[in-house]
């Protein structure tokens, strides 16, 4: 097996090796079945039997309760900030955002096109885009509409690296794309109506969305009002097989929930793990005036993306590069901020953290005499 | 490794054993990269390779001119029987269908959704409904709509074993479903405005479409009508990348595009194996009065699906658990006709089909005696 170097990349991001491991066994030949897991039909025993398990394995390691269904969906994330307001932003009623990021800014599009169609009204609750994303809106400063049909905002902007720690006081239904930190650390469902996430990040590969939606919110869409494809109740009812489903994602999802449950037991040890992994890093931030990161807010800091900069844009491509030849690989900021990205999911391993911290050390050092002012 | 059966699946299907092998290295480190496959920022230079070469490969075995964009979308052929009348089935306008088979049945019902919104009117302009889907119907019979938005058909049906061997002479754009039967032939491009495929038959895994469309059909779509994700122009100007495709699985079909340049050279090729593999099985039917084929039209017999039963249910049963002891794996025939009915895609391989055929005739051998009337 040929050597594999630390992934930064925002996502799709590093997967557990463990799985990775057994996916190679798997795509040969699943459990001895004499056929790869790619290869399964997915309404025979074998895929019954990976779904089965994914379901319960989600289940437990999210600790999700049974008022909530959960829901294996193609089309990611984006599809599904399509389809929140496609089912529940009727006519007059208000679909409460929070601009937080390009996400955000995003879903408010989607939004927008329904609200149009049907009658709704998109309301931004709270924003700091003129800001530069470098903080999330107090609950003081958002203007909620205690009444909508649903608040939606992001958990976690994987471009500004921004986290949020708390719950938005709005009183309406709490819709949540937790894209970027599901099950980084553990979920008060009490809060949520509905829970969305891409894969790609903490979860398993691209092209696969999870969706956890309560019951009683998903009763809500009116019957009938969108195609079938769009209809949350018929993937509920036909659990994720409505149409044939990404059988390698729900496959590789479900070792993924396998794996967090071997290696850390709960999501709290996960958050823990994760708390020490960001910690090194931005330690190393704060300890310096070479580097800077993005977000200003101490609290508001994301776990999962750590951004910043070196003093300046030629200082921060030659990071990147330098990084690259010690094994430490996509770093590079989003295209639209620029600076530096260090995405540590979940199967981000610790070392990696500590070898990027160390290496920003010896980076600093080697530049920091060619940096006017940094010396100060 | 271990070793692998013989896997008659219907979809998700048989993958290309070299492509499965390439896959498992490049899982674990995708050309040295130091990141695994599915690891892959959907942005990065790894992926613009992969992507790149995916739609040129595709481009060269399809033989597809350039009128026509290539597209990756998720959600597999549903999505696509939901997006068309969705984009082109408007106010005033028909869509006409031809009723061949389930996938067809589920693509009216889709069309009839949207034209309840849109105020267009669907047409079905041909069926064999009622006749259990034993032949396909022919021109003369079929009362099409030439000025319809599109004919929509299905090509191949997995369930009953039909396939189109002539394209319908409509004279309205024409809109085909090739999920099952896409690249096991050369496509006439001139023909089609529009085709689709679910992936897990012939193209790769499942939870991925591969969409043609060509351009001046895709324009007559009426501007900002549909949410983004819904919108083929989006699509077509973001090459596939307006959300986070499905990595692996256009990885995956790139692999199986090459793989086709690599083994056969040209659709030309792979339809004359594929004949040869289905007449291996036809011939066995046909040569036997215990055996008997659904489909009695001998035209439109699929070189994909091939279904058959025994004299009875007991027997096909029988002849299912028999098969599995010998490595002949999943014949059991859809849930909706039962029998047998085995799919022999693009990978799957001639010596199957013979193995196949060989227990065919020592089943019947040992079990004629039982039936009643077979002796004859």
């Known amino acids: 097996m040929s050597e594999r170097a630390f992934n930064f990349s925002a996502g799709p991001g590093a997967l557990p090796e463990p799985v990775i491991k057994q996916a190679q066994q798997d795509l040969w030949n699943f459990q001895g079945s004499g056929m790869g897991v790619c290869e399964l039909s997915h309404r025979g025993p074998e895929f019954d039997q990976i779904l089965g398990e994914a379901l319960a394995d989600c289940r437990e390691v999210g600790s999700i309760p049974d008022s909530h269904h959960i829901l294996f969906l193609q089309g990611g994330a984006t599809t599904q900030a399509d389809m929140v307001p496609m089912n529940f932003l009727n006519e007059g009623m208000t679909g409460d955002y929070l601009e937080t990021g390009k996400w955000a800014e995003d879903a408010i599009k989607e939004a927008g096109y329904y609200a149009k169609i049907n009658g709704g009204t998109v309301h931004v609750a709270g924003s700091t885009k003129d800001e530069g994303y470098t903080r999330l809106p107090a609950d003081k400063e958002c203007k909620y509409v205690d009444d909508a049909a649903y608040l939606l905002y992001v958990s976690n902007n994987t471009i500004y690296g921004l986290q949020f720690n708390r719950v938005p006081k709005s009183k309406a239904p709490k819709v949540c794309d937790m894209s970027s930190d599901m099950f980084s650390r553990p979920i008060d469902w009490s809060h949520f109506d509905m829970v969305y996430a891409g894969a790609q990040k903490n979860l398993g590969p691209s092209g696969q969305a999870l969706v956890v939606i309560k019951d009683e919110f998903m009763q809500k869409a009116p019957k009938n009002r969108v195609g079938r494809m769009h209809d949350y109740s018929i993937h509920a009812a036909k659990e994720s097989r409505?149409?044939?489903?990404?059988t390698f994602a729900i496959y590789l999802m479900g070792q993924t929930f396998k794996w967090i449950r071997r290696e850390f037991g709960s999501l709290d040890q996960v958050d823990q793990y994760n708390r020490e992994k960001a910690k090194i890093i931005y330690d190393a931030i704060d300890n310096s005036d070479f580097f800077k990161g993005h977000v200003?807010?101490?609290?508001?800091?994301?776990?999962?993306?750590?951004?910043?900069?070196?003093?300046?844009?030629?200082?921060?491509?030659?990071?990147?590069?330098?990084?690259?030849?010690?094994?430490?690989l996509t770093l590079e900021g989003h295209r639209s901020i620029g600076g530096m990205r260090a995405s540590v999911y979940n199967a981000f391993p610790i070392e990696g953290c500590r070898k990027l911290a160390e290496f920003m050390k010896n980076f600093e050092s080697q530049h920091r005499t060619q940096v006017a002012g940094a010396s100060a």
């Open 296 to 328: 200003q807010e101490q609290d508001a800091r994301s776990l999962m993306n750590i951004t910043f900069t070196t003093p300046n844009a030629e200082l921060d491509e030659e990071f990147c590069k330098e990084a690259k030849k010690h094994g430490l």
């Open 242 to 246: 409505f149409n044939t489903p990404n």
